[in-house]
């Protein structure tokens, strides 16, 4: 089939183009830009175009391929609809792919997707099983964000924005936890947990649903829709009413943790981590319970979860200054601030300095208050400019509403608009010790780029 990909250089849509590459289908696609993926994508045998325009789209085409970023009005897409050429979102096209596997495991969760998607990823990879994987990230162990495999076992993450994941067909779903977000799209808590519930909902009899047991909204959620839900129910967290039971929780120098994990009263083992915070701990205790629901021994799991080191953009070293250490993290949620800046804490003895882009000016103006109380282990707090992403500026909320939030709060804080200036900034007040951690789903992570620049 040739198959088109309208958007094809971000990082959800070439993996799928990388997929259908290898499973021998045409592939071409467009984008705004030219980067480093859509040169791996051409080299790999991919058309591509740089920018959207409507002769982009070739009669003979058979499915054009559309992110939930693209407009109705978008060229192309009027273009192939008025061909009668085959039009589907990317979530939709996922879905499809998903049906040529017996074992598709669908990673879900308002915050940890990536990480736990990359940790169940590494066991199964590091055990033979051949999975195809398709992640949110850069995973070092993979060499990118997807691998094609030979095997029945398919391994995604599965977002909720827009309902995206309510098209997939999983047999093991995975929720790590249901947070307030994407409020642009859902309306308030209730809607996203009655969203959850549905994606529960499409795993079959036989299959599995994996949850942290801990997170209340998750809870609530079970609770009410139960009996819709057809998979068997695994519950993991520290409280001991859950199915896996986490205890004899320790931390090494790093932030690393080991532990002991119990199921049904039965230990499965001790496991140790090589990367830092309690929410990884509760990351990975998903991805072992999906590892041995699939047959992967626990002591087989320990192994390979132990070598499982991050991925991109995830707590991510990025270098060291004169004794200053730089990490980039993806957190841009109020829940994902708090989790990673807890994790630095563990992991130094020196000041913890934030530098934080906004992302998106409707989840700013929603949770400005969680914002607001999100930092409490920084010692140093920079704030940048929102990152616009798919939206517009209406005028309604700027970073400095978030900068005098946290001034009011006694915070160190500083708002610096220049990435140049933040560079400079951190250089000649960060102290040999330090942790400077650049945070946000935006472009941030380009003041490393400044940093390092001449290093």
């Not at 088109?4 to 959800?12: N, R």
């Not at 830009?33 to 003979?60: F, P």
């Not at 795993?203 to 068997?232: F, Q, T, Y």
Request: net charge negative.
């Amino acid at each position: 089939m040739h198959i088109h990909f309208i958007g094809i250089g971000g990082i959800g849509m070439s993996g799928l183009a990388f997929i259908c590459l290898k499973r021998g289908h045409e592939v071409s696609g467009s984008d705004s830009k030219s980067s480093a993926i859509t040169a791996s994508l051409e080299r790999s045998g991919a058309k591509i175009y740089i920018g959207q325009k409507s002769e982009n789209i070739q009669e003979g085409t058979d499915i054009a391929v559309y992110t939930a970023a693209v407009s109705p009005d978008n060229e192309e897409l009027v273009e192939a609809r008025s061909l009668g050429i085959e039009t589907m979102d990317r979530a939709e096209f996922l879905g499809l792919l998903m049906k040529d596997f017996s074992n598709c495991i669908a990673i879900a969760g308002t915050h940890g997707k990536t990480s736990t998607t990359s940790m169940t990823s590494v066991v199964f990879n590091m055990n033979n099983l051949d999975p195809t994987i398709l992640v949110g990230g850069n995973l070092p162990h993979i060499g990118g964000n997807v691998r094609v495999g030979g095997s029945m076992h398919f391994i995604t993450e599965a977002c909720e924005y827009v309902d995206s994941f309510l098209k997939f067909h999983p047999t093991i779903a995975i929720i790590t936890n249901i947070d307030a977000d994407h409020l642009d799209y859902f309306r308030d808590i209730d809607h996203i947990k009655d969203s959850f519930a549905k994606f529960a909902a499409l795993v079959p009899e036989g299959g599995h649903v994996i949850v942290n047991g801990d997170d209340e909204n998750i809870s609530d959620m079970l609770a009410e829709n139960s009996l819709k839900i057809r998979g068997e129910i695994i519950s993991y967290g520290f409280d001991k009413s859950n199915n896996a039971v986490i205890s004899d929780l320790e931390f090494d120098n790093n932030g690393c943790a080991s532990f002991l994990l119990s199921l049904r009263g039965s230990i499965l083992g001790k496991f140790s981590l090589g990367v830092p915070g309690v929410h990884n701990v509760l990351n990975s205790c998903a991805a072992i319970i999906t590892s041995y629901v699939c047959g992967i021994a626990p002591d087989d799991i320990n192994s390979a979860i132990g070598v499982y080191s991050g991925v991109g953009r995830r707590f991510e070293h990025m270098g060291s200054i004169g004794g200053i250490k730089f990490i980039d993290d993806y957190a841009h949620h109020p829940t994902e601030i708090t989790a990673t800046l807890s994790a630095a804490r563990r992991a130094t003895q020196g000041k913890i300095w934030c530098i934080f882009q906004p992302h998106t000016y409707t989840r700013t103006k929603l949770l400005l208050e969680e914002f607001s109380n999100a930092f409490d282990d920084a010692d140093n707090i920079i704030i940048t400019d929102i990152y616009a992403a798919r939206e517009i500026d209406n005028g309604e909320i700027h970073s400095t509403d978030l900068f005098k939030r946290l001034s009011d709060r006694n915070k160190n804080v500083n708002y610096i608009s220049s990435f140049e200036e933040i560079a400079s900034y951190v250089l000649e007040h960060a102290s040999e010790g330090d942790i400077v951690i650049t945070m946000g789903a935006g472009d941030i992570n380009r003041i490393n780029d400044i940093i390092f620049k001449d290093k």
